[in-house]
């Protein structure tokens, strides 16, 4: 692409839109990147890995239950002529998978041997991220990015200040490290979903929801795209988050908080760089092609790939000559095999960052089934590698099969978006 049209890109929407979610992940950003240092201060290496095994759980069940309806959504949105009973659809459906999916979690943390109470908290967390989450993709489709940065901003505050709060407030915090970190999540997801739809909460909006009755073509239509799309999340959910389960098998929460720490930093980071230009991307590139307006499809897809490399390019020069102060001095980690982490996980997590962009046409086509088969490649990759080197060398190999599984599946797509 020409430097003449690079230019006169600078005022579309992608650049817009973009701009807004750089500048409205500042604060999460900064948020999600300095509050594993600080957590790991406060409550040290082992709680920081027992309450990211418990999270990821969490947000590995709200990706399954609401990330496909989202997705649907985000697909359809904009083919729809009568869009509000369309949302009110979606609206009813998350609402049921809520009923349904929440006394299941409620039992298997009792049988996971949680007091009724944390697991009560859970659950709580669990519906108001899914109803977050929602609300942020209906607000995407809608391209209304100033509301997404503006909830997203308070939500991170919130969560953060929150538990820093209850913290200091209670003298024996180390008793209930996790329900005050918990209690974090919930009065941040609570009011980033306030500031998004706070009308969504209401008596009257609660009865029109379950008023209205599901549109059965619609109800299969959501099936048919959004059941792959489900499986493919939660499958790639489990590539990025499933060796802390076997770290835990065979090592202990101590390593699991060292190589949660180290992940979530970098995949945070990552995801504060390349997070923006996604999010503006995918909207735009749905409402192009159900215009048909293929050329500009087309156009959008390389730009954003060569802005992708570019960003990655900057980065990985200062990351390499600093990483033993991001993990020592930073991070406030000792163990020695920390710093082995960071050139595959930060190498994985550019290449996750691209698949997902890169695996967009399949996304359009509705080839939802080859995106399925190849994440369950990337897992199956990823995760007998964990069973067969973790026990032998320890947290590094659990970096190493991740990067192997996400540069898998992008070749994966490569291939296949080339094919079709």
């Not at 087309?298 to 954003?304: A, G, I, L, P």
Request: proline share 3%.
């Amino acid at each position: 692409m020409s430097f003449m049209n690079i230019r006169s890109l600078k005022n579309n929407k992608l650049i817009t839109d973009s701009a807004y979610y750089y500048v409205g992940k500042i604060i999460p950003g900064l948020v999600g990147l300095f509050s594993v240092p600080v957590f790991i201060r406060l409550f040290g290496n082992a709680v920081y890995g027992e309450y990211s095994l418990l999270i990821s759980t969490v947000l590995l069940s709200g990706t399954f239950l609401s990330g496909w309806i989202s997705q649907t959504y985000i697909r359809f949105y904009t083919q729809k002529n009568d869009k509000v009973l369309y949302t009110f659809f979606t609206y009813k459906i998350l609402m049921l998978c809520n009923i349904i999916f929440i006394p299941i979690m409620f039992v298997g943390l009792i049988l996971f041997k949680y007091s009724w109470q944390f697991s009560l908290l859970l659950t709580v967390v669990f519906f108001f991220l899914t109803v977050f989450s929602f609300l942020s993709e209906e607000k995407r489709a809608k391209l209304k990015s100033k509301n997404i940065v503006l909830a997203d901003t308070v939500r991170a505050l919130s969560y953060i200040l929150s538990i820093l709060m209850f913290y200091f407030l209670f003298s024996d915090n180390s008793k209930i490290a996790l329900i005050i970190l918990f209690s974090g999540n919930l009065i941040g997801y609570f009011t980033g979903s306030l500031i998004l739809k706070s009308k969504f909460f209401g008596i009257s909006n609660i009865v029109s929801i379950f008023k209205h009755q599901v549109s059965k073509p619609v109800f299969k239509e959501m099936l048919n795209y959004g059941l792959p799309i489900a499986l493919w999340m939660i499958t790639a959910y489990l590539l990025n988050i499933s060796d802390r389960y076997i770290i835990k098998y065979y090592l202990n929460f101590e390593n699991v908080g060292v190589y949660s720490a180290v992940y979530d930093v970098f995949y945070k980071f990552m995801t504060f760089a390349f997070m923006p230009l996604l999010m503006a991307f995918q909207p735009l590139i749905i409402k192009f092609y159900n215009e048909g307006n293929f050329e500009k499809v087309k156009r959008y897809y390389r730009y954003t790939i060569l802005l992708l490399l570019l960003v990655f390019i900057c980065l990985i020069i200062p990351v390499m000559l600093f990483k033993e102060i991001i993990v020592v001095n930073f991070l406030n980690i000792n163990e020695k095999n920390a710093v082995k982490l960071i050139l595959p996980i930060f190498i994985g997590s550019f290449i996750w960052n691209l698949s997902m962009f890169v695996h967009k046409p399949l996304e359009l086509k509705q080839k939802t089934k080859l995106m399925f088969y190849g994440v369950l490649g990337a897992f199956i990759i990823n995760f007998t590698g964990n069973i067969v080197f973790i026990p032998k060398f320890g947290i590094v190999a659990a970096a190493y099969t991740t990067l192997a599984g996400t540069l898998f599946y992008l070749l994966f797509v490569i291939f296949n978006v080339r094919k079709n």
